[in-house]
T-cell receptor, first 114, second 115 residues
């Protein structure tokens, strides 16, 4: 596609439920990133993929968070046993080669845990 | 400790005024990149500029200009003759040589340009 697509754009879930957030990067982009943006804050790094593998998952806050990119294109961020503190906008970005060049961000998924 | 500090939470100006958004960063790496992004109400982060740590030349792009000063660890952004369409949240970000793929963002400055 022309840009980075994230679905759903909004997700409301109950505390304790499992959610999946999807990111469709720009076609051909090998690097994919997930960030989390809490209200009034800047984005915080979660995880970076180069191809199919997670090259850096140091930003994942705990083991309830997991992300996959099985075919090196679409990525899914999975959150188990959601908590109210997980409420945030989850942003995905992709770039052609990585290395901090040419990030293109999606519009994000707004997750609300009630 | 915060790697990127944007002390101005919110700024309001009247159209055609000049406005400067401040950014102070902290890093031990000698090689790093600095960025500015714009986040309009739609939520998408729009890339504005990337500078590397070895290039301290100021840059101008239309009404936008950037002042990079290593001596004060600052990378400030000026909008000249502001317009209503400039209203957005602006983020400064840093990536370091140890991992260029990991960006550290400041908390953002919300700019309101009133007609």
């Amino acid at each position: 596609g022309a840009g980075v697509s994230q679905t759903p754009s909004n997700k409301v879930t109950e505390k304790g439920k499992y959610v999946e957030l999807r990111c469709d990067p720009i076609s051909g982009h090998t690097a994919l990133y997930w960030y989390r943006q809490s209200l009034g804050q800047g984005p915080e790094f979660l995880i970076y993929f180069q191809g199919t593998g997670a090259a850096d998952d140091s930003g994942l806050p705990n083991d309830r968070f997991f992300a996959v990119r099985p075919e090196g294109s679409v990525s899914t961020l999975k959150i188990q046993r959601t908590e109210r503190g997980d409420s945030a906008v989850y942003l995905c970005a992709s770039s052609l080669t990585g290395g901090g060049y040419g990030y293109t961000f999606g519009s994000g998924t707004r997750l609300t845990v009630v | 400790a915060q790697k990127v500090t944007q002390a101005q939470t919110e700024i309001s100006v009247v159209e055609k005024e000049d406005v400067t958004l401040d950014c102070v960063y902290e890093t031990r790496d000698t090689t790093y990149y600095l960025f500015w992004y714009k986040q309009p109400p739609s939520g998408e982060l729009v890339f504005l500029i990337r500078r590397n740590s070895f290039d301290e030349q100021n840059e101008i792009s239309g009404r936008y200009s950037w002042n990079f000063q290593k001596s004060t660890s600052s990378f400030n952004f000026t909008i000249t003759a502001s317009q209503v369409v400039d209203s957005a949240v602006y983020f400064c970000a840093l990536s370091e040589a140890r991992n260029f793929n990991k960006f550290y963002f400041g908390s953002g400055t919300k700019l309101n340009v009133k007609p």
